[in-house]
């Protein structure tokens, strides 16, 4: 149902040229119709806006009850960080947070992951703007895994693609929950933005061929 905080966030993305439409090949080699392009957030009030979005669907799904949150580099890396700086000013939720390098360090402290350490028994979350195919996250696990004897429960996205992963009938989320018992929660769906278009009254080449992608590689 596309709700008025969807109807805010989607015309934020676009106000920020996060959400862009044209034709644009996803790390999975698909070529898409739209594309969200995090890095293309880059004011301090934009990546606020974005924190507080994350931080409210956050607080909604887990409350207090997680030990860390986690950004794989690099656009996992400012939401980690301006994510949990919200949650500690809005909500009073202080948790720590860290990322990964994409490159080992071999001097100094050493190693690829920076701010928190995990600990056995924690329970991490991990900040991410999309899932499209499951690549991503078949990256990140085995970095979190091999940290700490840690748990991952639920990860937070930007925009749930409903795309098909590496079985033509599941999606990647789906992929997801399978294989690392990871539920993926997202601000908004491709279904979402689709809805939002048709209302507009002005998107009709865009929804024709979002209509087209979504009928190969979505599962609605």
Known sequence: MLTAKKKEFIEFMMSADVLRFGEFKTKSGRLTPYFINTGNYKTGKQIATLAKFYAELIKETCGEDFDA????????????????????????????????????KDHGEGGSLVGYKPVDGDRIIIIEDVITAGTAIRET?????????????????????????????????????????????????????????????????????????????CIL
Do not use: W
């Open 69 to 104: 949150m986690f950004g794989p580099a690099y656009k996992g890396i400012p939401l980690v960080a301006a994510t949990a700086g919200t949650l500690a000013t809005e909500y009073g939720i202080d948790k720590a947070y860290f990322f990964n390098r994409k490159e080992v």
């Open 141 to 217: 696990m085995p970095i979190l895994l091999d940290s700490a004897k840690v748990t991952v429960k639920d990860m937070f996205i930007s925009v749930n693609r409903c795309e098909i992963g590496q079985n033509s009938e599941k999606t990647a989320i789906m992929e997801v929950k399978e294989e690392f018992g990871i539920n993926v929660h997202s601000i908004i769906s491709v279904m979402d933005i689709y809805e939002y278009l048709k209302e507009q009254g002005t998107y009709g080449d865009v929804l024709e061929n979002m209509k087209k992608y979504m009928d190969k590689y």
